[in-house]
């Protein structure tokens, strides 16, 4: 694996007498997407809302870029780059595009010898981009509540690169998606990691995890019930690990 970007090392998360991770240990590369799949309930939201910084974890470490970190908001973890893209949720959705990538972050000139918004500079920005990835918007000075999902996300995730982020987080970010713009999303995948930003991506359908994942990690009732490159390992065997088939099979008959 190429260096690891972040590593997990004996995660718990207790909700009240629910053990809902039991000692997640795996880690993330720089470049590399890793695809989290296990059926429902077995702990996937979690995993990666602790390591976003919006839950606190029971027990456990997580190293970032080789050093401790766990960040205590969501803040603090989009701060060191970690950051959870969603589909709708963190737009503002009344105000345009390029007020949206920005947010916070804008580019400023001085006219009189006072700071105002540099328009023009951050549309250009914004336009350079978005056509890098490939991604078409009918005008950047379109109000995000007109855009679909798919042209949402992309927004987020480039402005998650623009702005250095380093792990990016997905859970099931193409599940109310149509055919095009999943294969766009998947696309876009490829070409975040291949600027070394290593990804998450959380997903039910075992053929997106085998399209864009260059590792499949399995999640079973709190535990890592696999975790394999994905050119060593079939959607056949991943059920297996999903469901339990193979350990039960290898234990005592009956
Ligand atoms: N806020 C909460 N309070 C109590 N229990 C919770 C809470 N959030 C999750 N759980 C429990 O923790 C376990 C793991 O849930 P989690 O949401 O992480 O699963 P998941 O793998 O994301 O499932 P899905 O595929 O359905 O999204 C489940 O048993 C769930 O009921
Ligand atoms: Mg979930």
Do not use: W
């Amino acid at each position: 694996m190429s260096e690891p970007l972040l590593v997990l090392d004996n995660v718990t998360k207790n909700y009240g007498a629910i053990e809902a991770l039991k000692g997640i240990s795996f880690s993330i590369g720089k470049g590399e997407v890793v695809a989290l799949l296990g059926d429902n309930g077995a702990g996937k939201s979690t995993l990666v809302k602790i390591i976003a910084g919006g839950l606190e974890p029971t027990s456990g470490r997580m190293l970032f870029e080789g050093k401790e970190f766990l960040a205590k908001s969501p803040a603090e973890a989009k701060a060191a780059g970690i950051e959870t893209v969603y589909q709708d949720l963190s737009l503002c959705t009344n105000v345009d595009v390029v007020a949206n990538f920005f947010m916070g972050r804008e580019i400023t000139r001085k006219f009189l010898g006072v700071p105002v918004l540099d328009e023009p500079a951050m549309e250009q920005v914004v336009e350079k981009a978005l056509a890098s990835a490939g991604t078409r918007i009918p005008s950047l000075r379109t109000n995000v509540e007109h855009l679909s999902g798919g042209q949402r996300q992309a927004i987020e995730l480039n402005r998650f690169v623009h702005f250095g982020g380093k792990l990016v987080l997905l859970d099931e970010p193409f599940a109310a998606l149509g055919v095009e713009q999943t294969r766009r999303g998947l696309d876009m995948i490829r070409q975040v990691a291949r600027q070394g930003i290593g990804v998450v991506i959380i997903t039910h359908i075992m053929q997106q995890a085998f399209q864009v994942a260059d590792r499949i990690v399995v999640i079973r009732q709190g535990v890592v019930a696999g975790d394999v490159a994905r050119n060593k390992t079939s959607p056949d065997a991943v059920i297996d690990m999903i469901t339990g088939e193979t350990l039960a099979g290898a234990g005592p008959a009956g």
